[in-house]
């Protein structure tokens, strides 16, 4: 019993370290990334463990028409839930740590803790700035599940109807290949959710063109215009999780690949070329869902972002979705 | 929105992300909808004017270089053309050509550079820095002629103080060839993008009968199209002699609706003819020498005889420029008035910005160009408190002053 | 692409090189006196500034010798920049004050003040010996 907590306690601390430090380099390479876009040379990769590291010296401040219980608790909650998100997803080839308590539905309800402690935080912080951003940012959120909500349901769908056992763990996920499952009108269905799922990133990380709660221009930094020091640290750190959650969440589902299953490794060196190959897709994915995503488009006004969300995205994932369910029905691919 | 929802406060400014420079705008707001707003200018005031009251003529044109950082040529102009006309100063060709070539090329950067804060306040940061790396070209080009990348200093009473020369032409043609390939990307980038269709088209709309009744000038009032362009209606320097015509947002749309949208069309089309002006003048350029009179001992004498009042007014690249001088024989004016472009612009946001929403605010203020330290010409400050003057507060101080000056 | 232009764009820009100028030194050293101090002993490369043009407007020089101690300068200069020394009929510049217009330049019947192409002359001294010249 006590070496399970042991071991409980160790691989919880090991994910949030795993987390922050990749999270916050993987913020670093999407600044060099953007920058090299627009032109500029950058700040170094760096960046970001100085930044944090910069916060953590300043003061702490809470404005005087906050409530300060929420308003301090709010960027905790965040970080707490953004490491836990990552508690149920694999790296590498390593399998989630928790895995067998919860499935890849929750995490769908992990990802909304770290905004919903936002807003709550915004809401806490009594500034009219702060306030509007709060109100963007709920409807943001419920803007974007459901598009993210087609994307994963459709595909743990169809590994049902492939007859796998537990269709919606993370580890049956991650372990299978979807694309060698689906037929040919599949893969079109895939293609089309996994283009959904690349819109829903930026949302999801509050980055151009959704980052209308926060928006510097209008609103100053919307939510988060109170915070400072330390709680504001926090909430960096739970944005720099979520990265790595939402790029995960990405690999997982769409490019599970490994090299171990295609080349005979010894257990060791297959976990650490696995975890290098992983460490490349979510680079890759980084690059083309929030480094591209953000430096070619205009920031949305936030009715766009909900039209955009709702009925195009929509659409499309819904159409993913019924090319999904035909291929399955024509018996394409692999059906049980 | 629903009315029944209770309206609340925001301010923005005097120092915010959206504003390049200090002003105070209140918002009432209902959800996301401007239901009313106020502002309150007067955050900048430097007393230019005071300052320019106690110099020559000759030394308050390098003043005047410093009220605007972007449109220093354009304040320079205003006011030589307004002391020559007192002094009687009879300016060469030449030197018309060259202020001509500097204004156009001034008007090259400052439309770049707006476009480049406009795409930023859009949120579009990968424009705000293509707009500006390809600004520095006119940028470098200035420097080579005037000898600095702003405060040009090169506009002085009775001409130019540097003359374009023959072998500065080749490095002139060069970057207006490069302007030709970067105007056509930057019409592409800004006016096909969907997302920056989206938040512009129909936001911040002005009508034309708005336009005239604001007394708006500039781009803002020619996106609204309101046909007045000063260097067509009242031409000064060589553009009398050139063959243009007036930008309106229709050439490039088809239709003029005076929104944000047509502001940047604008703008941007502007850039393009100021490529073509310049080019005129390089071709029609006429020898000679570009200052009235070499010898400043000359220009000050002159300057200090010189009795009368006269006003100067230019198309700076924000819209008209006006500049009053009083001369009285003696070293300094009498009277020096600057009333920049943002002055007559920024009524029009009250009806501009009415019933947008929040997210737009940023780019509904920025679509005038505006430039606070040039317009901010009073700031009233009286035991310790700033406060505001209504018209009848600044009818009686004159009144009062009147009184004081006739000994009664 | 029609519909978002600036992805060709963008993607383009990322296999070409940043048009920076670059700073001299590549990001923020540690220590940015210690950079210096290597800097001038020629451990370190800095990345050499921009080429200023011919007509460059920087920090004034002054021929002592050659003036004639007309006070034009002084009445041409719009920042006051520019002292009248009675007892030795010369000038003495603030280069803190200066506006770098050159107009003094002009006006000097003698031509014994210049612009220089030096710059980099950031203090935080406005009294200190490089920001007078006399």
């Known amino acids: ?336 | 929105m629903s009315d029944s929802k209770p309206s609340y406060n925001i301010p923005i400014g005097p120092i915010h992300p959206a504003l390049k420079e200090p002003i105070l705008f209140t918002f009432k707001i209902n959800g996301e909808v401007v239901e009313d707003l106020d502002f309150a200018p007067g955050k900048v005031h430097r007393g230019i004017e005071w300052m320019g009251m106690r110099r020559n003529p000759v030394q308050i044109a390098h003043l005047c270089d410093r009220i605007c950082g972007i449109c220093g040529v354009s304040h320079t102009l205003a006011f030589c053309r307004a002391v020559e006309q007192i002094a009687e100063i009879e300016v060469p060709e030449r030197a018309h050509y060259v202020r001509t070539i500097v204004a156009e090329l001034e008007r090259i950067q400052s439309h770049l550079l707006w476009a480049g804060v406009a795409a930023h306040e859009l949120g579009f940061d990968t424009l705000f820095h293509l707009a500006w790396r390809v600004r520095e070209d006119a940028m470098d080009l200035l420097e080579l002629i005037t000898g600095n990348r702003v405060n040009y200093g090169i506009v002085q009473v009775g001409g130019v103080r540097r003359d374009i020369t023959e072998d500065q032409f080749p490095k002139v043609e060069k970057t207006l060839a490069a302007y030709e390939d970067i105007t056509k990307k930057l019409l592409k980038l800004f006016l096909e993008d969907t997302s920056i269709k989206v938040r512009c088209r129909d936001t911040g709309l002005m009508t034309r009968k708005q336009a005239l009744e604001l007394c708006t000038v500039g781009p803002t009032a020619r996106a609204s199209g309101l046909e007045m362009d000063v260097r067509l209606d009242a031409p000064y320097a060589a553009y009398g002699d050139l063959d243009f015509t007036m930008v309106l947002p229709d050439q490039y749309a088809g239709e003029i609706r005076g929104d944000v949208y047509d502001r940047i069309v604008v703008r941007l089309l502007e850039v393009v003819q100021s490529m073509s002006i310049i080019r005129q003048c390089i071709d029609n350029m006429p020898p000679g020498v570009v200052m009235w009179e070499q010898k400043y001992a000359k220009i000050l004498a002159t300057c200090k005889k010189a009795e009368g009042e006269a006003f100067g007014r230019v198309e700076a690249p924000r819209g008209e420029c006006f500049h009053f001088v009083r001369m009285n024989k003696s070293e300094s004016p009498e009277a020096w008035k600057v009333k920049a472009s943002t002055y007559s612009n920024q009524m029009s946001w009250l009806t501009m910005l009415k019933n947008e929403q929040i997210a737009d605010i940023p780019i509904i203020v920025a679509s005038i160009d505006p430039c606070m330290s040039c317009t901010d010409r009073v700031a009233v400050i009286g035991n310790g408190t700033s406060g505001i003057l209504t018209k009848q507060d600044l009818h009686r101080l004159s009144v009062e002053k009147t009184r004081r000056i006739q000994g009664c | 692409m029609s519909l978002l232009p600036a992805i060709p764009e963008v993607l383009r820009q990322f296999l070409k090189k940043p048009a920076t100028n670059l700073f001299p030194a590549k990001y923020l050293p540690p220590s940015v006196t210690e950079f210096l101090q290597k800097a001038a002993a020629g451990e370190v490369a800095v990345h050499p500034p921009v080429e200023t043009p011919v007509k460059f407007r920087g920090k004034i020089t002054y021929d002592r010798d050659a003036c004639i101690g007309c006070k034009l300068c002084t009445r041409v200069c719009p920042a006051h920049a520019i002292e009248f020394l009675p007892e030795t009929k010369t000038v003495r510049i603030y280069v803190t004050q200066c506006i770098f217009c050159a107009q003094c330049n002009d006006a000097c019947p003698v031509s014994c003040l210049h612009m220089s192409g030096e710059f980099m002359i950031a203090t935080e001294n406005r009294y200190s010996e490089e920001m007078i010249v006399e």
């Open chain 1, 1 to 336: 019993m006590l070496t399970a907590v042991m071991a409980a306690v160790v691989g919880c601390i090991g994910i949030a370290v795993y987390g922050i430090v990749f999270g916050l380099f993987l913020q670093g390479i999407d600044r060099k990334f953007a920058a090299r876009m627009q032109a500029r040379v950058g700040p170094p990769i760096r960046q970001p463990f100085i930044d944090i590291g910069k916060l953590l010296c300043k003061d702490n401040v809470v404005p005087e028409g906050a409530l300060g219980v929420v308003f301090n608790a709010a960027p905790l909650i965040a970080l707490a839930a953004s490491v836990t998100i990552l508690l149920y997803l694999p790296v590498g080839s390593i399998m989630p740590l928790l895995g067998e308590w919860g499935d890849i539905v929750l995490i769908m309800y992990l990802l909304t803790v770290p905004a919903l402690a936002m807003v709550a935080g915004g809401f806490a912080s009594g500034s009219p700035y702060a306030t509007v951003g709060s109100q963007r940012e709920m409807v943001t959120m419920i803007a974007y599940e459901f598009p993210l909500a087609i994307a994963i349901i459709a595909i743990a769908w169809r590994l049902s109807v492939a007859g796998i056992a537990d269709p919606f763990l993370i580890s049956t996920i991650a372990q299978t290949s979807v694309w060698s499952i689906a037929g040919p009108f599949g893969w079109l269905g895939l293609l089309l959710l996994l283009l959904v799922l690349a819109w829903v990133t930026p949302a999801e990380l509050s980055r151009v063109p959704c980052d209308t709660p926060e928006a510097e221009t209008e609103l100053a930094g919307g939510l988060l215009v109170e915070y400072s020091g330390r709680n504001l640290a926090l909430f960096s750190l739970s944005a720099a999780v979520k990265t790595v959650a939402m790029a995960t969440l990405a690999v997982v589902l769409f490019l599970p690949w490994n090299p171990s299953w295609y080349i005979a490794m010894a257990p060791t060196t297959a976990i650490v070329a696995d975890a290098l190959f992983f460490i490349i897709k979510v680079v890759l994915v980084v690059f083309f869902s929030v480094s591209v995503i953000r430096v070619m488009m205009a920031r949305l006004r936030i009715n766009h972002l909900v039209t955009l969300y709702w009925k195009y995205l929509g659409i499309v994932g819904l159409a993913g979705l019924v090319l999904i369910v035909l291929d399955a029905m024509l018996g394409m691919g692999v059906v049980a």
